[in-house]
Each structure stands twice: as structure tokens, then as C-alpha cells.
């Protein structure tokens, strides 16, 4: 069981279901940061709705070890030249490239929900003119409050959190290896083979 399907059963968490219908301009060459989230969670899923194919978004996420930080930057522009325009359950993709209209998207939805301890959401104009993020919507889920979420964790899963540490390293820990002087060979075949 994961931590996703558990969270109906642990506190100190909040879902961000958010859905914005005012548009915004973004000067040329400059960004927007739309949202910026300093505790851990999950992202979800997210659609932005610009006026221009060239509009970029930018996603920060920091890793779940907090070691690296992963950007994924991309425009209605590259999804529709890379191919990705049908519609699509996971992955990056643009449910509408529409000139006539000027109605541009991104929509993203990971395989499983991606884990961040950091999470920025950006939105970029290029460097010959600007754009109009016209609505925008994004869902994820943060731990608010991380020791009323372990806490609850550890109520959930039963056990202290020394036990759940020492289940944690067995887990991690490699398999012992004997090093090759003291390597036993395998014994001999019971029965000699037959030979004709």
C-alpha cells in the first residue's frame, strides 16, 4: 500500500484543487512564478490555457531527498511539433493548439503523483514579445503539518517510529556478499553422469 491511497487515513494534510479563469500577461522576456510551495507533497495534475504557442511553463520540483532539483519547461509549441496532441491520461500533452482562435495548452498528469519537498510552478515569456496565461487549473496534495502526518503514519501502520526505522533499514540494506577466498564451491553431482 502506498502513502497516496493511505491518506484518507492520516491528518496534517490539504489537497490544492485550484482553478483560475483570470488571465494574466506576462511582459516579453520575463516570468511569472504562479505558485510556490515550501512543504513537501504530491502534484497531481495541472492545464494551463495560454494566447500564444511560444508561451513557455516551467515546473521546479525538488526531489524527495531534497538533493536536486528537476525543471520541466516545455510550450504548446513543442508538444504540438513533438506529436502530443491527442488526449492522454498521463503524460505531457496539449488538448488544444487552435491558431484561429489563439488558444494554446499544456496539460500535464504523472503516471503516479510525483513527490516533491519543494514545488514552483512558472510561467515565461519570450524574448520577442509577451503572452497571456488566459486561465490556468492545478491540483496536488501538501503535508501541512509533517509531524501530525508521521504521527498519523504511525498510528495507521501500527508501530513506533524505532520499529519503523529498523523496518526501513532492512529494507535499504544490500544482501552480504562472501568475498571469493571464502567462497565454497558447490558440491559434486550426486550420481556421475552417463555417458553413450
Avoid at 509531524?147 to 552480504?176: I, M, N, Q
Avoid at 577466498?181 to 558447490?186: D, G, I, L, R, S
Amino acid at each position: 500500500m502506498d502513502l497516496i491511497s493511505m491518506l484518507p487515513l492520516l491528518k496534517g494534510w490539504s489537497c490544492i484543487s485550484k482553478k483560475v479563469d483570470t488571465s494574466l500577461n506576462i511582459p516579453v522576456a520575463t516570468e511569472r512564478v504562479i505558485e510556490d510551495f515550501k512543504k513537501p507533497g504530491w502534484f497531481f495534475s495541472l492545464t494551463y490555457v495560454f494566447n500564444d504557442p511560444d508561451a513557455k511553463l516551467i515546473i521546479y520540483s525538488v526531489d524527495p531527498y531534497g538533493s536536486s532539483v528537476d525543471v520541466v519547461s516545455i510550450t504548446p509549441r513543442e508538444l504540438y511539433e513533438s506529436g502530443l496532441i491527442i488526449p492522454s491520461s498521463y503524460g505531457l500533452w496539449s488538448s488544444k493548439y487552435d491558431d484561429t482562435e489563439r488558444v494554446y495548452t499544456v496539460c500535464y498528469t504523472p503516471t503516479t503523483p510525483l513527490f516533491f519537498r519543494a514545488f514552483r510552478l512558472v510561467v515565461a515569456a519570450p524574448s520577442n514579445k509577451s503572452v497571456t496565461l488566459l486561465k490556468y487549473m492545478h491540483t496536488l496534495v501538501l503535508i501541512s503539518e509533517e509531524d501530525l502526518f508521521k504521527e498519523s503514519l504511525r498510528e495507521v501502520l501500527g508501530t513506533d517510529k524505532l520499529v519503523l526505522l529498523e523496518r526501513l533499514l532492512e529494507v535499504v540494506k544490500p544482501p552480504e556478499v562472501k568475498p571469493p577466498e571464502e567462497a565454497v564451491a558447490p558440491p559434486p553431482p550426486r550420481y556421475p553422469c552417463r555417458t553413450y
